[in-house]
Structure formats: structure tokens, C-alpha cells
């Protein structure tokens, strides 16, 4: 799964890559950066195309479905399996019509070591940013509020994961992405494809401090190498 992540770049940096990557040339809105241990309920930066144009905001991490009863099962919905989005009602009018990216530069993972479990930093040999393959819902509150949330999608490990982690989240190259975001691909097998693990040549590990494991930490510390 993917419990939690970074994006440890300000909000000049963020605008650029917007800018040279997503043609979005203006941010409205409030983004909290730098982050680095962003977890489940907390808003994270998202992108979705209107059909017109791509457009860049927040959602809350952990996606309700239109149908729920409690917004709160969105705590157990922080993750989407590639291989069976087509099966779960809960996210597949999303794949067909609401597909979005998220916004990350790391995540994390726990790899089990004896007794204990090591919290690894998993990011791009490059540290860039890079878009992780979502889904988002709008949720009608009975006050008639409303709720925007998303879910990160996870496929299976790729060799530098495996060690790790049998899972590990969507990360879209550019051709992907464009794809993904794009309201005319209606085809879900042609979607599917596109869910697949990343190239493990260009991605990295290493160890962080068990910080991390609390969701209210989110210092520089967080990101520190340990030997």
C-alpha cells in the first residue's frame, strides 16, 4: 500500500513544474509546503483535467464513495488496487470518469527487519516530482456540503520495491499521464495498462527514522538518511 508521502518542494517550485509540466500557469488556493509526511485525511495536491484544461487544487486524502454512510470509511480507502478497479463499486465510476494525479516527490514504506519494521524513503533517482495515478469522488453531506476526496492506486512491486513491499503506488511517466487525465479515454482496459509498476533504474530507497510513524511529524528530520 501507500501510507504516507512527501512533497518537500516550496510553492515557487511547485508553480514552475506546474507550469512546464501541466500548463497551469496560476495557483489559487492554499497549499501547505514544503510536506514532509503527508498521511491519510490530511489534503494533498491533486490534478484533474475538465476536458478543457488541466486544474490543479486539493482533496482530502481517502476517497468516499457517492453511496457511503459515513464519511469516515474513507480511513480504509487510502488505497485502490490496479488490478480490480473494475470490480469494486466503490471505485469504478471513478475510474471511468474521475481520474486525477497526486502530487509527490517520496513515499514511504515499512520493510520488516527481525522483530521490527524499518520505515524506507522511496523516491526518483532525479528527486523529482513525480504523478501518482489516483481517483476522486465528490460526497454529499447531509447538510448538503460538500466533500472532494481522492485514493492513491497501488500495483505490484517492482524489483527495487520487492524487498520492501509487495505493493507499491501507480507513478506515471509523462505519455501515461497525459492519458490518464484524459476525459475522452473512456476504454477501462486501455486505462488498465497504464497501471503498471515504475522502472526500478530510476527510482531509490534508503532508511529513515521511525519518526515517521507518527502522522502529526512533519519536519526535514523526517527525510534524513540513516546509516
Not at 474521475?98 to 528527486?127: G, N
Not at 490518464?180 to 473512456?186: A, F, G, I, S, V
Amino acid at each position: 500500500m501507500c501510507g504516507r508521502f512527501t512533497i518537500t518542494v516550496d510553492l515557487e517550485d511547485l508553480r514552475v513544474y506546474l507550469e512546464e509540466n501541466y500548463d497551469i500557469s496560476e495557483l489559487k488556493g492554499d497549499f501547505d509546503l514544503p510536506r514532509f509526511n503527508v498521511a491519510p485525511g490530511q489534503d494533498v495536491i491533486t490534478i484533474i483535467n475538465d476536458g478543457a484544461k488541466n486544474r490543479v487544487g486539493t482533496l482530502r486524502w481517502g476517497l468516499v464513495p457517492s453511496f457511503a454512510k459515513d464519511e469516515k470509511i474513507g480511513y480504509q480507502m487510502i488505497n485502490a488496487k490496479a488490478e480490480t478497479l473494475h470490480e469494486k463499486p466503490s471505485f469504478l465510476p471513478s475510474f471511468r470518469a474521475k481520474r486525477c494525479v497526486i502530487l509527490a516527490d517520496s513515499f514511504y514504506e515499512w520493510k520488516k527487519e527481525d522483530t521490527k519494521k524499518q520505515p524506507m524513503r522511496i523516491l526518483l533517482e532525479d528527486q523529482k516530482i513525480f504523478p501518482m495515478a489516483g481517483l476522486w469522488n465528490t460526497f454529499i453531506r447531509e447538510d448538503g456540503t460538500k466533500l472532494h476526496t481522492c485514493t492513491i492506486i497501488t500495483t505490484e512491486a517492482n524489483d527495487l520495491m520487492k524487498p520492501i513491499h509487495e505493493r507499491m503506488p501507480v507513478i506515471l511517466t509523462e505519455d501515461m499521464r497525459k492519458k490518464w487525465l484524459d476525459p475522452r479515454q473512456t476504454n477501462l482496459y486501455e486505462l488498465s495498462k497504464l497501471l503498471r509498476p515504475y522502472d526500478p533504474k530510476q527510482m531509490k530507497a534508503y532508511k529513515v527514522s521511525d519518526i515517521v510513524n507518527k502522522a502529526g511529524y512533519d519536519t526535514p528530520d523526517c527525510i534524513v538518511e540513516i546509516k
